[in-house]
C-alpha cells in the first residue's frame, strides 16, 4: 500500500517569496491534515479537512498561509509571503475516518528553509 | 495555547535497559496516543489509549492512560539500538482538539 506522499522533500527560499507544498493522502482516506514542526518541538496541527471540507483551521495563520483540497484527494498548503519564522518541516498526514484518534499515517514532511 | 509536557526531555541509557517516559497536560484528555519520530520522517503511531486508567501494550512497549485523564506514561523494556528516535505523546482535549508533545530524545548506547 502506497503512502502518504509530498512534495517537494525540502524548499530554501527568501523571506516574503511564496511557497506551496503538496501532499497526496493514502487511497480512500478521507481525512487530511497539515501539520507544522519546528525544530526541537512536536507537530502543531495547522488545518484537518475531512474530504474537501474544513473540520478544524483554528491554529492556521491565515493572513498568510492557505490550504486547499478541492476534490477531496490532494491537497496544497500555501505561504504567502514567509517569514523567517516560518522555517519548519511541513508534515501531511491521512486517516480513514473523521476521528481525530484515528490511525493517522504521515508523509516524509517538506523542510522550508525561509532565509 | 495547549501544551503538553513530556519529560524527560532526553535520554541516554544502556540497550537493554527499561525506559519510561510520561507527558502531562494541565487539563483532561479524552485520548492519549504516542509516536515515535525517526529522523527526516513522519511520526509513527506505537499506541492508542481511550478510556481512563486503560493499560495497553504493544510488544516491549507498554502505555497507560492516567486515571486522571491528564497524564499518560509509556516503558520500553528491554531496550534495544533500533529505539533509538524522538517519542510523542499526543491526544485530543475535551474540545476535540489534537495536539503533540514536546518530546522525549531517546539515545541507545550499545
Known amino acids: 500500500e502506497a503512502g502518504v506522499a509530498q512534495s517537494p522533500r525540502y524548499k530554501i527560499i527568501e523571506k516574503r517569496q511564496s511557497v506551496a507544498f503538496w501532499c497526496n493522502p493514502i487511497?480512500?482516506?478521507?481525512?487530511l491534515y497539515w501539520y507544522q514542526q519546528i525544530l526541537g518541538q512536536g507537530p502543531k496541527l495547522l488545518i484537518q479537512f475531512q474530504n474537501n471540507g474544513v473540520v478544524d483551521d483554528s491554529q492556521l495563520p491565515k493572513d498568510r498561509f492557505s490550504a486547499e483540497r478541492l476534490k477531496g484527494v490532494d491537497s496544497t498548503l500555501k505561504i504567502q509571503p514567509a517569514k523567517l519564522e516560518d522555517s519548519a518541516v511541513y508534515l501531511c498526514?491521512?486517516?480513514?475516518?473523521?476521528?481525530?484518534?484515528?490511525?493517522?499515517?504521515f508523509g516524509p514532511g517538506t523542510r522550508l528553509t525561509v532565509l | 495555547g495547549q501544551q503538553l509536557n513530556q519529560s524527560p526531555q532526553s535520554m541516554f541509557i544502556q540497550e537493554g535497559e527499561d525506559v519510561s517516559m510520561n507527558c502531562t497536560s494541565s487539563s483532561i484528555f479524552n485520548t492519549w496516543l504516542w509516536y515515535k519520530q525517526d529522523p527526516g520522517e513522519g511520526p509513527v503511531l506505537l499506541i492508542a489509549l481511550y478510556k481512563a486508567g486503560e493499560l495497553t501494550s504493544n510488544g516491549r512497549l507498554t502505555a497507560q492512560f492516567g486515571i486522571t485523564r491528564k497524564d499518560s506514561f509509556l516503558n520500553i523494556s528491554a531496550s534495544i539500538p533500533s529505539d533509538v528516535g524522538i517519542y510523542f505523546c499526543?491526544?485530543?482535549?475535551?474540545?476535540?482538539?489534537?495536539?503533540f508533545g514536546t518530546g522525549t530524545s531517546l539515545t541507545v548506547i550499545p
Open positions: 499526543a491526544g485530543t482535549n475535551t474540545g476535540n482538539q489534537f495536539y
Open positions: 498526514a491521512s486517516s480513514e475516518l473523521s476521528g481525530s484518534a484515528d490511525t493517522q499515517y
Open positions: 487511497s480512500g482516506h478521507a481525512t
